[in-house]
């Protein structure tokens, strides 16, 4: 397929309706049939190469942890945001959910990130910590092998259930290894909306966090729950739903640390910005990946800004999806297996499953250089 210019999505009139696919709830390598658009027709509709098996409840958010010995025993590690009966689903890239490795029941984990590096022990591991709701803890988990190291869970905003713990991001500070969790709430103030904690080893095992900072603008309109961080560049960047995406640098510790340094995407969204990931294409250029949740579509902006403007975030492509009313998504630039050689892209859809995507498919929809 030929890339869409600017002009050409204009013309296309990409508002489309909510609808459900239908698709069977098991795990599949043929792509699920596109859902149905108005103004965009099925041949526009990226569909994914996987359909995972579904969760028992609701379906939110993913994450992705890569296998760098092997990178085709990668694992997409996705929530279940059901009250009692949630969890963290542990799926291998054929959409198959390893029930060894899934953990349940826990009480709405809402997001989950993963961030490598972290010291436990003298030694640096992997983990992935999700926000669990329903506790208003943190909860984290040693990977591949999904043991939790969080002594129970960590009480996160002072045990004010009126903030609801959703949203989580994880960020390892390049100067010192230092690792932080940034979490987004239910509700929260005009400013200091997020809070972010830094994570350090107790010593028996296990890992706790302290806050180092509450930051962040809030309209009031709706929620913050979408997080992701360069980790690169070293910001952050989240959702105020139905307002825009704001941007903020990430380490707590910079003199600048509290201004937000943009809002973008305030124009073009159908209602909801919803989750976000960064798709890198060099060590500082590549996508910003936003999804337009009750459009049925996923908005890319440049990572990089624009020339002399780092902080002029435009949109550069408008791609219709078969997953349905996406909250949560994720993306890899790495190559993870013949069926995803450029990365992939997950998106959350809410008829309880994950839908995998070939990065090949939002490249060849991207406009030229």
């Not at 009139?13 to 596109?34: H, I, M, V």
């Not at 984990?109 to 910590?129: E, H, M, R, W, Y």
């Not at 959703?166 to 005009?190: E, L, Q």
């Not at 929620?223 to 070293?234: F, H, K, N, S, Y």
Request: glycine share 10%.
């Amino acid at each position: 397929m030929q890339p869409f210019s600017l002009a050409a999505w204009a013309t296309l009139g990409l508002s489309l309706a909510a609808c459900r696919s239908g698709e069977s709830p098991q795990s599949s390598a043929t792509p699920a049939p596109p859902s149905s658009t108005a103004g965009a027709s099925a041949a526009d509709t990226m569909r994914p190469v996987v359909v995972t098996a579904a969760v028992l409840n609701d379906s939110d958010d993913p994450a992705i942890w890569i296998d760098t010995l092997n990178p085709a025993r990668s694992l997409v590690i996705g929530t279940d945001k059901g009250d009692s009966t949630g969890g963290l689903y542990v799926f291998t890239l054929d959409g198959k959910i390893d029930t060894t490795r899934t953990r349940r029941p826990l009480e709405r984990p809402n997001n989950v990130d993963i961030v490598t590096g972290v010291s436990l022990n003298g030694k640096l591991i992997d983990i992935a910590v999700a926000a669990e709701r329903g506790t208003m803890s943190l909860r984290i988990f040693r990977l591949p092998d999904m043991t939790p190291i969080d002594g129970g869970g960590i009480a996160v905003f002072d045990g004010d259930a009126t903030r609801a713990p959703m949203g989580i991001a994880m960020y390892r500070r390049p100067r010192d290894g230092a690792v932080f969790a940034i979490v987004g709430g239910k509700s929260g103030p005009a400013d200091g909306y997020l809070w972010q904690y830094r994570l350090t080893d107790v010593g028996n095992g296990t890992l706790t966090a302290k806050r180092v900072r509450a930051f962040g603008t809030y309209s009031g309109k709706k929620e913050i729950e979408a997080i992701a961080v360069d980790q690169q560049l070293g910001f952050v960047y989240y959702s105020d739903e139905t307002v825009g995406i704001r941007k903020y640098h990430v380490d707590p510790d910079r003199a600048d640390a509290a201004k937000e340094l943009a809002l973008f995407g305030t124009t073009g969204f159908v209602s909801d910005h919803e989750g976000i990931a960064v798709y890198p294409t060099s060590d500082s250029t590549g996508y910003l990946v936003i999804s337009d949740q009750q459009g049925q579509r996923i908005q890319l902006f440049a990572r990089e800004g624009a020339a002399g403007a780092p902080h002029s975030h435009v949109t550069l492509a408008t791609i219709p999806v078969t997953a349905q009313e996406t909250d949560g998504l994720e993306v890899t630039a790495r190559a993870l297996s013949p069926a995803f050689p450029e990365g992939m892209l997950v998106m959350m859809s809410t008829d309880k499953t994950f839908h995998f995507y070939d990065w090949r498919d939002v490249r060849k929809r991207l406009p030229p250089n």
